[in-house]
């Protein structure tokens, strides 16, 4: 799988920033992406050396749509939680 598919987006929520003082992050990933995958990716592309790496995937949920109220699936998410051991991922860059 390619690098730049594998992390889809950082999630920038309250408990998303309150895990990072803890030294957690957390990014949206593939469904297909594995923890090696996500683990390697995060290790190239920001320099940093991670530990532990949970993974929790999202069900879509059902809504109406329309006039007539048809239903819509919304789509799964897969959210990596990722905690590093040495160094900082800059989600937050300041001018």
Known sequence: MLVNKILVKPILTEKATNLVQSNVYMFEVDLKANKNQVKQTLE???????????????????????????????????????????????LFPQK
């Open 44 to 90: 190239k592309l920001y320099k940093v050396k991670t530990g532990t790496v949970k993974i929790m995937v999202r069900k879509g949920k059902e809504k109406k749509v329309g006039k007539k109220g048809l239903l819509k699936k919304t789509a799964d998410r897969k959210i990596a939680f990722i905690k590093l051991i040495e160094g900082k991922i800059d």
